[in-house]
C-alpha cells in the first residue's frame, strides 16, 4: 500500500535503477544538457560511469559526489561543516534555509557522507522536473517530488501526500529527510520559514509529531552568490510591477548553471541537534516557524562581504576593521561594478538603484546576525 501510494514522487527503489539509467543512456537531451553544464569531459565521465550504476548508493557515490567535490574545487574557496555534540542524524528532518536551487541539498549530502553518515531525501518542487529525464535523474539521486501548482483542491491534496510521505520515511523507515525552509529561494536574503510548511509536518499533532520527526536545523551561508544578478534584476522588477515577475523561458536552468559553476567564495554548513518545542501563545505553526528562524540565523556565518553592504546602507554596528580594509571594499565595488552591468543589459534600471538592491540582499543574513544576538542578550 505505501509503495503505490507514493510511487509518483518517491525517490527510485534499488530495482528500478538499471531501467531508469537505460532510459537516460538514450537520451539525447540528457548528453547536450550535461555537456552544457559540465563540458564535454566530465560530461562523458558521468555517463561513462553511469553505464556501471545499479543502485541509488552507487549512483551518489560514483557519480553525484564526485562531481558534486570537482564542482566545489574549482568554484569555492573553502567548504566546512559544523555539527553538534552527539549528532545523530538517522530518522531525523533537516530544514535549511535556501539559497542555491541544486548545491543546497548537495552541500548538506556531501556534509553527511563526509561524517560517515547515510544521505538524506531531497524534497524537490515538481516545477522544476519538467523533462522526463530530469525526473529520472534527480529520483536516482534519493530525491522525491514535491508538488507545486493546481488549483486549491490539488494544493491540499499535494500537502497531505508530502506529509505523509516524509512521516514514512522517518518515523517508519527511520532515514532522514531534506526540505527547504519555504518554497523558492530566499532571492532578497531574507531567510524566513513558512508557517505553512511547519503546519503541513505537524498535521495537527503538535509537540507530540515535532519532537519525533526530530527537527535538525540547518543553515547554509555562501561568501558570494553566482545567481546575485539575477536576484537584484528580479527584486527590482517586482517592485516596478507592484509584484508581478514572469520567469523567462530557461531562467531556472540559467540559475542552476550559475550557482554549481561561478565562483562562491567560502561556504559553511551548520547543523543544530532537535529542536526543541516551545510552547507559547501564537498558533503552533507559527511559533515554531520562528524558532526554525531564529536557529537558522544563529548559526549562519556572516561574511565580511555582508557586513560591508550593510555599511554602505548605512546599518550601525560594522566593525572599523571591516569598514577600512581595503580588499573587502574593493571586491565588493568589483562585484557591483559586474552586478550592474548585466542586469542593465536588458533594463533600464540606475546604478544606484541596483547597488541599493544588491547591498539589502547582500547584509541581510548580517543583520539576522545582529538581531538574533540582541534577542538573546535580551531574552538571556
Not at 573553502?78 to 542555491?100: K, Q
Not at 552591468?341 to 543583520?367: D, Y
Amino acid at each position: 500500500m505505501g509503495e503505490d501510494r507514493f510511487q509518483h514522487m518517491r525517490p527510485f527503489f534499488d530495482a528500478e535503477v538499471p531501467k531508469a539509467i537505460e532510459r537516460l543512456m538514450g537520451e539525447e537531451a540528457l548528453h547536450e544538457a550535461l555537456e552544457a553544464f559540465l563540458g564535454r569531459r566530465q560530461s562523458q565521465w558521468a555517463l561513462g560511469q553511469a553505464k556501471f550504476v545499479n543502485s541509488i548508493a552507487e549512483f551518489q557515490n560514483h557519480i553525484s559526489k564526485p562531481l558534486v567535490k570537482h564542482i566545489l574545487d574549482t568554484t569555492a574557496s573553502e567548504v566546512t561543516f559544523s555539527f553538534p555534540e552527539g549528532f545523530d542524524p538517522v530518522g531525523a528532518l533537516f530544514i535549511s534555509n535556501h539559497r542555491d536551487i541544486v548545491l543546497d541539498p548537495a552541500l548538506i549530502n556531501l556534509a553527511l557522507t563526509e561524517r560517515g553518515a547515510p544521505t538524506t531525501e531531497i524534497g524537490i518542487g515538481s516545477n522544476l522536473l519538467g523533462l522526463s529525464w530530469v525526473r529520472d535523474v534527480v529520483r536516482l539521486n534519493r530525491s522525491f517530488v514535491v508538488p507545486r501548482g493546481g488549483g486549491p483542491r490539488e494544493q491540499l491534496q499535494a500537502s497531505a501526500d508530502v506529509a505523509a510521505y516524509v512521516r514514512s520515511v522517518v518515523l517508519e523507515n527511520q532515514r532522514s529527510v531534506w526540505l527547504a525552509q519555504r518554497e523558492g529561494r530566499a532571492k532578497d536574503g531574507n531567510d524566513l520559514t513558512s508557517p505553512a510548511l511547519i503546519r503541513m509536518l505537524l498535521d495537527g499533532g503538535g509537540e507530540e509529531m515535532w519532537s519525533a520527526l526530530r527537527v535538525h536545523v540547518v543553515s547554509l551561508s555562501y561568501e558570494w552568490d553566482p545567481c546575485d544578478a539575477m536576484k537584484v534584476r528580479e527584486l527590482l522588477i517586482r517592485k516596478a510591477q507592484e509584484g508581478a515577475y514572469e520567469k523567462a523561458a530557461g531562467e531556472d536552468e540559467k540559475s542552476m548553471r550559475k550557482g554549481l559553476l561561478e565562483w562562491k567564495g567560502r561556504i559553511h554548513i551548520s547543523f543544530s541537534s532537535p529542536l526543541a518545542w516551545q510552547d507559547g501563545p501564537e498558533r503552533d505553526h507559527v511559533r515554531m516557524a520562528s524558532v526554525v528562524d531564529d536557529r537558522i540565523h544563529r548559526q549562519l556565518w556572516p561574511f565580511d562581504n555582508a557586513a560591508y553592504a550593510a555599511h554602505l546602507i548605512g546599518e550601525a554596528g560594522v566593525s572599523t576593521e571591516i569598514i577600512s580594509d581595503a580588499s573587502i571594499r574593493d571586491a565588493c565595488e568589483e562585484r557591483l561594478v559586474s552586478v550592474t552591468k548585466e542586469v542593465q543589459l536588458n533594463t533600464a534600471f540606475s546604478e544606484e538603484e541596483i547597488r541599493t538592491v544588491w547591498c539589502q540582499m547582500m547584509a541581510r543574513p548580517w543583520l539576522n546576525v545582529q538581531h538574533s544576538k540582541m534577542s538573546s542578550a535580551i531574552s538571556g
